[in-house]
């Protein structure tokens, strides 16, 4: 398996528990908790990403530089 599986395996489950810390509930009209849900699912997914994707290319760089 990839080297990036084994990363988004490591970073998700941090960054959802990071993002269940803030208050998103108070920017939604109430009684919408689907929606909540899946909100914090995409933003945990994007944020995922994007953090993978910076140690994934960090790790390339100094790979290359030794």
Do not use: H
Request: hydrophobic residues 55%; proline residues 2%; positive net charge.
């Amino acid at each position: 398996m990839s080297l990036k599986f084994f990363i988004y395996l490591l970073v998700i489950p941090f960054v959802f528990w990071v993002v269940e810390s803030l208050r998103i509930e108070q920017i939604f009209k109430k009684n919408r908790r689907n929606q909540i849900l899946v909100f914090y699912v995409l933003l945990t997914l994007g944020i995922s990403y994007l953090v993978v994707n910076f140690i994934y290319d960090f790790y390339e760089v100094s790979r290359i530089i030794y």
